[in-house]
């Protein structure tokens, strides 16, 4: 079966770091995304990652983990704008090729 | 550069009832997905196009829905008739080849009552 697991809810303060987890288990892999997104509003990519290793952008950053399935995204200087829904998703693979599978999303709500 | 437009933006029907949204994508973005988010979810896929070909559509209920993408570069995703479970969001993305990044649209919230 398919099933990606992240918590439902973290709560941070401004300044603080946050660590996301996402754990995957999906019939094939072809890398995973980590997507922001806002209420109301349309996800936004933030990161893909498809080798082991971290990959870093700016504030965010992504982990992978194939052979654990496993990934996080660490957010750092936390800021308010911050708050939103945080989904890990994955690539996997089927009859007809790609397609991305999501996790339920993280909610994460920063304070001051 | 624009981003993927998506029509209408709220959609209130009654059941049974048909409705209709639809999606530009971004231009050159030859891949073109539906999504469906109902409330405290990730987004669900319902049918991928390539071009004007519907290329995975296992998770669309065919049985009231439908799509098309016609020369390949707009859809449009029709339910008919609607029910109270179809209330929802729904996505539309596009991307350049499959494995790219995908872009996603406003959506379309969907009340059915």
């Known amino acids: 079966g398919q099933n990606i697991d992240q918590p439902t809810e973290m709560t941070a303060t401004e300044g603080a770091i946050v660590q996301i987890n996402c754990t995957y288990q999906t019939s094939g892999f072809n890398g995973l995304f980590w997507y922001q997104q806002h209420a109301g509003e349309a996800p936004t990519f933030l990161s893909y990652n498809v080798l082991d290793g971290l990959e870093e952008k700016g504030r965010f950053s992504s982990f992978l983990s194939r052979s654990k399935g496993y990934s996080y995204l660490l957010l750092k200087e936390l800021q308010m704008k911050d708050s939103a829904s945080y989904l890990c998703a994955v690539r996997g693979a089927n009859q007809a090729g790609t397609a991305l599978i999501f996790g339920k999303g993280t909610t994460l709500s920063v304070s001051s | 550069e624009a981003g993927v437009v998506q029509s209408p933006r709220y959609k209130i029907i009654e059941k049974k009832q048909p409705v209709a949204f639809w999606c530009n994508p971004i231009s050159g973005h030859n891949t073109l997905y539906w999504y469906r988010q109902n409330l405290g979810q990730g987004p669900e896929l319902l049918i991928r196009?390539?071009?004007?070909?519907?290329?995975?559509d296992s998770q669309l209920p065919k049985d009231r829905f439908s799509a098309e993408r016609l020369k390949g570069v707009d859809s449009t995703l029709k339910i008919q008739p609607a029910e109270l479970g179809d209330s929802a969001v729904y996505l539309c993305a596009s991307s350049l080849p499959p494995g790219y990044e995908q872009y996603f649209g406003p959506g379309t919230r969907l009340t059915v009552t």
């Open positions: 196009y390539e071009n004007e070909e519907a290329v995975d």
